[in-house]
């Protein structure tokens, strides 16, 4: 006779992250070097390793940007690596070391993060840093309960809007966005069975804030 133990499921985060998963942030134009840093504290009760993989995004050319994990700092942004793991009381964390070396323009960065050999359990972090006329209403903003998909987007794809049915009442038309300068837009909606679609054609890279004007949540999509 043959005994099966069943395993629960890990459902408890194994890491967090502080202070935010949108790192956005206006500085002024100069040739200082700032550090832009997201932790990912350890909530498990072993030593946790962590994983990372650039996904998309980049800096304005002149820039020196460099990127340091926990165990290496890089010449530059690799697109992958390994984290030395960390103490149960300890965290994993990605810098970021900025000098626009007195050129405006900006740094937009899309990582995925993970426990090493689970990417499964993958997170997104972002990183929207510039110098110039960005309003920090993107760092303040409140999230909704919508969800958007494929987020990250290519500009120029269709976005697919979901999430509880009384939220997508609103008439489509009232789908307002905030671009990364900024600036505030109407959207181009069309309904769905299941919710909206909105075209991202002609939209700027960086991160854009979508909002029903009935609602007061936001969605942060990050346009590449």
């Excluded at 992250?17 to 990912?40: E, G, K, N, W, Y």
């Excluded at 405006?104 to 840093?129: K, M, R, S």
């Excluded at 789908?175 to 002609?202: E, Y």
């Amino acid at each position: 006779m043959s005994v099966f133990v069943l395993t629960p499921l890990q459902t408890k985060a194994q890491f967090g992250i502080a202070p935010t998963d949108s790192l956005v942030d206006v500085f002024p134009t100069d040739s200082l070097t700032r550090i832009f840093q997201i932790d990912f504290p350890n909530q498990s009760q072993d030593s946790l390793g962590l994983s990372w993989r650039r996904v998309g995004g980049g800096w304005t050319d002149g820039w020196d940007v460099n990127l340091c994990d926990l165990g290496e700092c890089y010449t530059g942004v690799p697109s992958d690596a390994d984290m030395i793991p960390c103490a149960p009381d300890g965290a994993g964390y990605l810098k970021l070391l900025v000098n626009a070396l007195g050129i405006e323009g900006e740094c937009v960065l899309h990582f995925w993060v993970w426990p090493t050999g689970n990417q499964d359990a993958l997170v997104n972090i972002y990183y929207d840093l510039r110098n110039g006329g960005v309003s920090h209403v993107h760092s303040a903003a409140k999230p909704s309960s919508l969800v958007a998909y494929p987020n990250p987007v290519r500009s120029g794809e269709e976005v697919r809007v979901s999430g509880e049915p009384s939220l997508l009442e609103f008439p489509s038309s009232s789908m307002q966005r905030i671009g990364p300068l900024g600036s505030l837009h109407d959207c181009d909606v069309k309904a769905t069975s299941t919710g909206w679609s909105i075209s991202t054609q002609g939209w700027s890279s960086g991160l854009h804030l979508l909002r029903a004007r009935e609602s007061d949540g936001f969605i942060r999509l990050f346009v590449q």
